[in-house]
């Protein structure tokens, strides 16, 4: 089965050993040698993130990331350059106006690519689901693997949960072992600390806890349980129409959304599209920013667009 990551222009070994869940499920990541069997491996659909480094032998970075974007399916995809050190100031703008979601400058600390990995690859998927369920939670600090914790859920997505702890966690990644009721059973997942939640009450320390990567079968189960106790299709947190503001950055147009109040705070989409042909509430989505406010939100979108539009 093909990988939901493909890389090219760069060492996939180094990128598994960067990105940590890669580690534990490698099949996810595949590796296109040239430009020609990247381009045909997206046409297929093969990937819905598509890592790129500079280092095709064959074409330049930005010629490879236009034709990915000129066909439907690379429209969908996610494409995150990484830059190296040495490569010239202003490559970041090259790629970026070519059509990348975002670039990357080495040198990097490893969990700000495995967030930006992540969530990338989550872009396409705008409906958020979270249902009420009370479940037993074993965690292990990523740093101290031996030392584990118990604590109790109180609400469940495939995007993350909210945590009640009885004691307070004092790092931001971690393992996680969720016993969901049957006959879903035990899963596991990496993920890390968002942000504290006060609305979690004594004796409990509340947590909002976003998932960094859940495998393919824990999401399948979180999928059934949703639709079990969700009584009517999930919809999509906006509108079309529902745009707060709308900024021009060469020859892109972006859009930020209303922010969407969650259990988890505000959350702000940021779309995208070419200022040639383009219509108020037809842009794709970009990115997704939260925020602990609708302010924080609106600003930490506007902050996205200034650094990477």
């Known amino acids: 089965m093909p990988g939901s990551i493909l890389a090219a222009g760069l060492d996939a070994r180094e990128l598994r050993l ?16 040239s430009a020609r069997e990247l381009w045909d491996a997206v046409a297929r659909g093969d990937s819905c993130l598509v890592v790129l480094g500079p280092r095709l032998p064959d074409v330049p970075i930005e010629e490879v990331i236009r034709r990915i974007r000129e066909g439907p399916v690379g429209q969908r995809a996610s494409i995150l350059a990484l830059i190296p050190a040495s490569e010239p100031v202003g490559t970041e703008g090259v790629v970026l106006g070519a059509g990348a979601n ?31 369920v009370h479940v037993q939670v074993v965690g292990s600090r990523k740093s101290a693997p031996g030392e584990h914790f118990y604590g109790l859920s109180r609400n469940l997505s495939v995007h993350g949960m909210l945590l009640a702890s009885p004691v307070r966690i004092e790092v931001e990644d971690l393992d996680l072992e969720i016993d969901l009721p ?10 890390r600390i968002a ?22 079968a824990g999401q399948r189960a979180i999928d059934r349980m949703v639709k079990r106790e969700t009584p009517l299709e999930p919809k999509s947190l906006w509108a079309p129409e529902a745009i707060h503001s709308t900024l021009r950055r060469d020859e892109w147009i972006y859009e930020i959304t209303e922010p969407a109040r969650t259990e988890s ?7 995208r599209a070419l ?29 996205f667009v200034r650094r990477h539009g």
């Not at 990357?104 to 989550?122: G, I, Q």
């Not at 705070?265 to 779309?271: A, D, K, P, Q, S």
């Not at 970009?286 to 602990?292: I, N, R």
């Open 18 to 33: 960067e990105v940590r869940f890669l580690q534990r499920e490698p099949g996810l990541l595949t590796e296109a040698l």
């Open 102 to 132: 975002a670039a990357l400058r080495r040198p990097l600390e490893h969990f700000v690519l495995e967030s930006w990995v992540s969530k990338l690859l989550d872009v396409p998927r705008r409906v958020q689901a979270r249902i009420p």
């Open 182 to 191: 049957e006959p879903e059973g035990r899963i596991r997942v990496l993920g």
């Open 195 to 216: 942000r504290e939640a006060p609305e979690v009450g004594w004796p409990y320390m509340g947590y909002g806890i976003e998932f960094l990567f859940l495998p393919e």
């Open 265 to 271: 705070g505000f959350l702000v989409e940021v779309r």
């Open 275 to 303: 200022r040639i042909g383009w219509r108020p509430g037809q842009a794709s989505p970009f990115y997704v920013v939260q925020g602990e406010s609708a302010r924080g939100a609106l600003d930490t979108a506007r902050e």
